[in-house]
């Protein structure tokens, strides 16, 4: 197998498991429509190529000194789900009211820097693919991430708008949201207690 296809395999696997980021993209997709729903994924993918690039040129260095801003880094993650699955649970379902939820770019950005799953991601293949920090493999592997990033978490969106549909009635579309609230709250058991 080739280097790319390599990396491209790996991208895959992370970009397109269930993760509190594809669950809201999901979730923004059901409640929003693709188009919106594609704030959040762009916000997202351009949030992860970010961290991915840097902690290819370095940021990895920092993290292995400072073992306790990883562990704040984890524990903000948390409270952001936690939050984020509180707004979904609260919503009342009806698409015509003020929706508690939008999705957006900078939403986007923010799950990937607090989600541990991003940086684990990050870290392990930066560490299988440009190790000592070599340039253009970073970038190699940036650039190749970012597209398997995009066409993933659109994926989860468009699943959403699909299912959109049949969440017209705003009873099946608060049940959807809480569905979604709780898979939020259990990625945040689940990344306080590992």
Not at 71 to 99: C, H, N, Q, T
Not at 140 to 165: D, K, M, N, Q, T
Request: net charge positive; proline share 4%.
């Amino acid at each position: 197998m080739s280097l790319f296809l390599s990396m491209a395999a790996f991208a895959l696997a992370s970009s397109i498991s269930p993760g509190p980021v594809n669950i809201v993209a999901l979730t923004a997709g059901a409640q929003f429509g693709l188009r919106a729903a594609m704030r959040h994924v762009s916000g997202a993918t351009i949030g992860f190529t970010v961290l991915l690039l840097l902690i290819g040129l370095g940021l990895s260095e920092v993290l292995s000194r400072w073992p306790w801003l990883t562990e704040s880094i984890r524990l903000a993650g948390v409270a952001f789900l936690l939050y984020m699955a509180y707004r979904l649970a609260s919503d009342d379902g009806r698409l015509s009211a003020k929706p508690t939820l939008q999705p957006t770019m900078l939403y986007g950005a923010m799950m990937q820097w607090l989600n541990p799953k991003a940086w684990l991601a990050s870290v392990a293949g930066m560490g299988l693919f440009a190790t000592a920090g070599d340039a253009p493999s970073v970038w190699r592997f940036a650039v190749i991430y970012f597209v398997i990033c995009y066409a993933s978490l659109a994926c989860w969106a468009y699943a959403g708008s699909f299912l959109r549909h049949y969440l017209g009635d705003a009873a099946r579309l608060r049940l959807f949201n809480r569905i979604m609230a709780a898979l939020l709250v259990g990625c945040a058991a689940y990344l306080l207690l590992s």
